[in-house]
């Protein structure tokens, strides 16, 4: 996608509602009906667009969460491995890879930039927990969708509060 509607976006998200309609009209010419549905919603309610989305995808044999906001962006990534226990029979086994941040801003001296598909293509400053990620797995489980959303709302405020 062209830096420049990426920029659009971010500014559309920081809560400039006077963009949707121009937002509305490229996010449908790229194709990105996720963006369009929160240009439309801003543009049916009069209300700024909600500066934090939370969307989980599968790839690859994982189970990617991410919840994106005005500072930067949490993910939370879980391993389903199939483990075959005997023939006609398997058995999976959950668990949590990753735990991490993407900052618009290095939060630590020294921190390396990098191009992030995360942040839409930004620089993005990184860091990450595997153990993080699987301390959380048994609370996932007991809890559900809305304790994970819950617990990336405080890790959001905790890594990027004080900014």
Known sequence: MAIEYKRL????????RALSKKVLDEALRFGDFEVAQEALNCIRTGMPP???????????????TVLRGPKGALQFVLSVMDIYVSEGSHDYRIRGIDLGYHSFVPKYEG??????????????????????????????????????EKFLMEKYEQIFGDD
Not at 9 to 16: A, H, I, K
Not at 127 to 133: F, N, Q, V
């Open 111 to 148: 921190q390396i930039g990098q191009e992030c598909e995360v942040l839409e293509g930004s620089t993005c400053y990184y860091d990450g927990s595997g153990l993080a990620a699987h301390e959380f797995v048994p609370q996932l489980f007991y809890a559900g969708q809305e304790a994970l």
């Open 9 to 16: 976006v971010r500014e559309f998200r920081d809560g400039d």
């Open 50 to 64: 909600n500066p934090f989305s939370i969307k989980t995808s599968f790839q690859r044999g994982q189970i990617v």
